[in-house]
């Protein structure tokens, strides 16, 4: 059976396959009130096309709340006293977080083979890395980060301080991510000899690697809060995969000048190999390589 989260990305999808079993309908007015707070929350801009999926996603959460209507939950969701929380559990609910071990091999093929060696290289005299997953969804990416740099440093990784964080908005995504236990769906694409080293099997589910595991910490952190992002100082590496197509121009920008003031001057920055920041007139150039959606500072 294909995972209900796979059917909700894709495009090829119809609205009709996916509507929901609950009777509680959303109009035209009440899509446009919830997707204007979503995006002055989180920057996500749901287009006219998409009143299905938030449709689908809330109207459960509507009835398990006792109301009767959207208008209801709007205002529940807008005012008083659970506003936070609620925020939070939509956010859990309506983010697609599709996601995979080695997802794009060749972009981060790229990475390791042409990036990876002269950061290490660069960095020989500190020994500090510091890598940023910053939609890092269920973890695959920044643990696909920590098993290629531990691939290449070798034994010399006893001697570097490795940190990689994983940050996104959904709490629910980050408590899979921290306790690194994953459906074969996660790991389809790898190759027999990766998850025998890193994974070990234990009836459907593969368990990372303990050593692997530890190299990575994830928080949550909403892209749209730059003052908070802050606090996690500079990278040298930032991967920014498939999210901003959730964004419109304007929360693009934002969020790409943020990286820019939190990436080293020598970093490196890589996005969606379905995005692009073209038109986005930011201090960033791409990599002249086709299979590395990768970006330098200007
Ligand atoms: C499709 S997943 C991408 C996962 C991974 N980067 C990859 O490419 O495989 C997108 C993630 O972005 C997160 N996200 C959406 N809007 C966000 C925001 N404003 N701030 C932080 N994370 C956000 C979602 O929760 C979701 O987990």
Same mark, same amino acid.
């Given at each position: 059976?294909? %995972? &209900? ?10 609205? =009709? ?28 801009? *749901? ?19 006792? *109301? ?5 939950? /709007? ?11 609620? &925020?939070? !559990? ?21 990475? !390791?083979?042409?990036?990876? %060696? ?9 020994? =500090? ?10 973890? !695959? ?20 301080? /490795? ?25 389809? =694409? ?26 990575? +910490? ?7 809060? +730059? ?31 943020? *990286?820019?003031?939190? $990436? ?6 890589? /996005? ?7 038109? $986005? ?5 791409? /990599? ?11």
């Amino acid at each position: 059976m294909i %995972p &209900f989260h796979i059917l909700i990305e894709s495009d090829s999808m119809t609205p =009709t396959s996916l509507t929901s079993a609950s009777k509680i309908k959303m109009s035209d007015a009440q899509f446009d009130q919830l997707r204007k707070v979503i995006y002055q929350r989180a920057g996500i801009h *749901f287009l006219d096309s998409k009143k299905y999926v938030l449709e689908s996603r809330l109207s459960r959460r509507v009835e398990e709340l006792e *109301f009767d209507n959207f208008d209801q939950y /709007i205002m529940y969701l807008t005012t008083g006293p659970y506003q936070m929380d609620e &925020f939070q !559990e939509m956010f859990n609910r309506i983010t697609i977080n599709e996601t995979s071990f080695f997802r794009n091999e060749p972009q981060l093929l790229y990475f !390791e083979q042409e990036i990876l %060696p002269k950061l290490i290289e660069a960095r020989q005299a500190k020994k =500090t890395l510091r890598i940023w997953s910053s939609a890092s969804s269920t973890g !695959e990416e920044a643990y696909t980060l920590a098993i290629q740099l531990t691939r290449s440093l070798g034994v010399r990784a006893l001697d570097w301080k /490795i940190e990689i964080l994983g940050t996104d908005i959904s709490e629910k995504v980050l408590l899979q991510a921290q306790e690194a236990k994953y459906p074969h769906y996660s790991v389809r =694409t790898l190759s027999p000899m990766i998850l025998q080293r890193y994974f070990k099997q234990d009836g459907n589910f593969y368990h990372l690697d303990p050593a692997i595991k530890s190299m990575c +910490r994830f928080e949550k952190l909403n892209l749209k809060d +730059r003052l908070s992002a802050k606090r996690f100082g500079t990278f040298d590496v930032i991967f920014c995969r498939n999210v901003l197509i959730y964004f419109d121009d304007d929360m693009r920008k934002s969020v790409i000048n943020m *990286f820019h003031d939190q $990436l080293a001057k020598d970093g490196c920055l890589f /996005i969606g190999h379905s995005e692009s920041l073209r038109n $986005l007139n930011v201090k960033f150039e791409q /990599i002249a390589a086709p299979q590395a959606f990768a970006y330098t500072k200007l």
